[in-house]
């Protein structure tokens, strides 16, 4: 066989609490039901594309999370694209363990599961394929590993599926099986599909050939994950290696900052966020951040917006940055316990600033209006 295709996906996160979200119950619900719905359908797409192989490198599903009726249907959806093969390596959020799911349970015939750290090795003979791989064990594991491997079977093509976390420099330290791209050059894999980070990626040697790729989670779980989410289809066609991706997210998590110097009322809040975000559909959920300086007394009920805006959009989160059109300046320079109070937070802003730690800033900001509201007699309200 000259030629190999594979479909390589990791980081599902299948049974994700979506904790911190926001999310009431029934979206709690909808949304585990998108990561279930993914899954079919890439596993749909293996069938489609005619892949020889599935490789999933990591966090399939989340360990302490899913529920056995979950592991049924992902066992079921896996039996479905037999005689296609589908190869699991478990990462550190389905880490590998004795009476875990991985361990106990009668997976398809068409499914194989790394079950030790140490690397061991599949043969698919009548593909001429060997893929090694090594099975998180626990939730962490800092040792470098890529450097012990050897890959010395003798098959036309050689797949290494890794999860572990890219590092810079070679001496960092990571608690994700760290590595560097020289030590994946190095290997001489045909193929090294990774896992771990959510966001996609391809490597390169010094010749120009992809060596690696980190697909991505195929569905975004959170605003930290605006960017577009795939699975890949490798192609290997002797020795050259081509990565193509395809879009499998069922929903997008987007931001949009709102200037309000302008406005008066929610409901003027409320048209200019629908407008701003008139790209957007009703399966989105999406963020909006309220920004600019507000005449005197104003201030906006979030909740409220949030209310009008979730008619139009899946979730919608309101976040207050707008501030009280007030000269800080002319306030600092006063020989008053305010002044005073408004010069010391103007100076750890600046220290902030010149340390380049935007998020300590913008708290330091919130904390300057709210003591200049308390030292004025009025109740800071939550911003």
């Avoid at 029934?26 to 005619?50: H, T, V």
């Avoid at 079977?153 to 070679?170: E, M, N, T, V």
């Avoid at 707008?322 to 008053?336: A, K």
């Amino acid at each position: 066989m000259d030629k190999l295709r594979i479909l390589h996906t990791a980081d599902l996160h299948l049974g994700s609490p979506f904790s911190g979200s926001g999310f009431d119950s029934d979206k709690i619900k909808e949304r585990k039901r998108d990561l279930f719905e993914c899954f079919d359908s890439i596993l749909i797409s293996a069938q489609k594309k005619k892949v020889d192989l599935v490789i999933i490198c990591g966090d399939l599903f989340e360990e302490d999370r899913v529920k056995r009726s979950d592991i049924n249907s992902i066992m079921r959806c896996l039996s479905e694209i037999a005689p296609i093969r589908c190869v699991i390596l478990p990462g550190n959020h389905d880490y590998f363990r004795a009476g875990g799911y991985y361990d106990w349970l009668h997976w398809p015939a068409n499914v194989y599961i790394f079950r030790e750290r140490e690397f061991s090795r599949f043969v698919f003979e009548d593909i001429n394929l060997a893929v090694y791989g090594s099975a998180f064990t626990s939730p962490e594991d800092p040792e470098r590993l890529i450097p012990k491997i050897r890959l010395e079977d003798k098959c036309k093509f050689r797949i290494l599926a890794f999860h572990g976390s890219l590092i810079a420099k070679p001496d960092a330290t990571e608690p994700y099986r760290p590595f560097t791209e020289a030590e994946l050059s190095a290997l001489g894999a045909d193929y090294i599909a990774l896992g771990h980070y959510h966001k996609p990626a391809v490597f390169k040697n010094d010749k120009g050939r992809i060596i690696a790729s980190y697909p991505g989670s195929p569905e975004p779980l959170n605003f930290g994950e605006i960017f577009d989410h795939s699975f890949n289809i490798v192609a290997i066609d002797n020795k050259a290696v081509s990565v193509e991706t395809f879009p499998s997210a069922q929903r997008r998590y987007l931001k949009f900052e709102i200037e309000c110097g302008e406005m008066k009322t929610e409901k003027d809040v409320v048209a200019v966020c629908r407008k701003t975000a008139a790209g957007a559909s009703e399966k989105d959920i999406i963020r909006f951040i309220l920004k600019g300086a507000l005449e005197k007394d104003l201030q906006f009920d979030r909740e409220v917006i949030a209310s009008e805006l979730k008619k139009h959009f899946f979730w919608v989160k309101v976040e207050d940055a707008t501030y009280p059109d007030i000269d800080i300046e002319s306030i600092s320079r006063e020989e008053t316990t305010r002044g005073l109070f408004a010069r010391q937070m103007l100076e750890l802003m600046e220290e902030s600033k010149k340390l380049s730690e935007p998020e300590k800033t913008d708290r330091l900001n919130d904390a300057l209006y709210y003591g200049l509201a308390a030292l004025d007699g009025k109740r800071p309200e939550k911003r």
